[in-house]
């Protein structure tokens, strides 16, 4: 149980192209979920949480508007790139908390989706 | 938000049991410990999570003192394919958004 996949793995835009990441929660319900950015080598850096039917929350230094969150049901959430630069490309990764669960937050990863934009 | 601290590399050998260790000074009374590991270009997988003393699953071990300042994964007779970094990470249930650290990075040679 409690599965988290991301749609696609892999992806190569054109530089200001617009990329839109799924993420699924596969097994369980998530009315919260975070996408996360990892750059090579470097630990993940929070970028915003997520909510089912409410606007997005963004970290500090995260653009709203060019990272844009949607969160339209219990199991997905999808994060949009939009204009993407080269800055851009990295490695985003979702997480999903299962609403379920009492207790501490357990919180399940997707798999990552490699961006490159050239 | 409590901060951690642990080595930032380790290595072993095929076998041998591995013991990492995390500082969290300032971990507050609603605070679980939870440790996750990732491979390269793999989303972070959950390995245990703790509130005290000692939680044992399939894969690891987690010992936590009375004080909870700090905790200790523990990865029995380990094999080349637990080669990952492995983070520690303090989770707020009230926050629930995780804070990364830069994590430990484990080799394990044949």
């Known amino acids: 149980g409690a599965v988290v996949s991301q749609h696609p793995s892999r992806v190569i835009c054109k530089s200001g192209t617009s990329v839109k990441i799924e993420c699924r929660s596969l097994d369980f319900q998530a009315t919260t979920m975070f996408w996360y950015r990892q750059f090579p080598k470097k630990s993940l850096m929070l970028m915003a949480t997520s909510n089912e039917g409410s606007k997005a929350t963004y970290e500090q230094g995260v653009e709203k508007d060019k990272f844009l969150i949607n969160h339209a049901s219990l199991t997905l959430s999808t994060l949009t790139v939009t204009s993407a630069h080269p800055e851009d490309s990295s490695f985003y990764i979702c997480s999903a908390r299962d609403s379920g669960l009492a207790g501490a937050d357990t919180q399940y990863f997707g798999p990552g989706t490699r961006l490159t934009v050239l | 938000l409590a901060k951690t601290t642990q080595p930032i590399s380790m290595d072993s050998y095929e076998g041998q049991e591995v013991n990492i260790t995390c500082s969290h000074n300032n971990i507050a009374t609603n605070d679980y410990i939870t440790w996750y590991q990732q491979f390269p270009s793999q989303g972070p997988r959950f390995i245990i999570q703790g509130y005290k003393t000692k939680v044992t699953n399939e894969v690891a071990s987690l010992f936590i003192p009375a004080d909870r300042k700090s905790s200790t994964l523990s990865l029995p007779r380990v094999s080349l394919s637990d080669t990952a970094v492995y983070y520690c990470?303090?989770?707020?249930?009230?926050?629930?958004?995780?804070?990364f650290g830069s994590g430990t990075r484990l080799q394990v040679q044949p």
């Open positions: 990470l303090v989770v707020y249930t009230g926050r629930r958004a995780l804070t």
